[in-house]
């Protein structure tokens, strides 16, 4: 069963960046959709951003221009590349597959 391992969250001011990656292991990774979702105190987790094994990707309007979801499946490795970042970019951030959550990897942006 694959196993979702989150990395790369923090405490970042406003207008600076962070890059979550995700590590994927015991499973057909390239062979899935992957995606980050995430849940912010007192309100419910939302889509953030996907990217099917052929690289075509979605985003949360309020975050695109600014956030970029990447994968190398060589690495079973999903990415999420967070730029210009805002106080209400802060979120618990979880990676997702089909079949599986990871944990979550907290970000906070200060103002």
């Known amino acids: 069963q694959v196993q979702l391992v989150e990395s790369g969250g923090g405490l970042v001011q406003a207008g600076g960046s962070l890059r979550l990656s995700c590590a994927a292991e015991?499973?057909?990774?390239?062979?899935?959709?992957m995606g980050w979702y995430r849940q912010a105190p007192g309100k419910q987790r939302e889509l953030v951003a996907t990217i099917t094994r052929g690289g075509t990707t979605t985003y949360l309007n309020s975050v695109k221009g600014r956030f970029t979801i990447s994968r190398d499946n060589a690495k079973n490795t999903v990415y999420l590349q967070m730029n210009s970042l805002k106080p209400e970019d802060t979120a618990v951030y979880y990676c997702?597959?089909?079949?599986?959550w990871g944990r979550g990897t907290q970000v906070t942006v200060s103002s």
């Open positions: 015991g499973g057909i990774f390239s062979f899935v959709a």
């Open positions: 997702w597959s089909p079949t599986n």
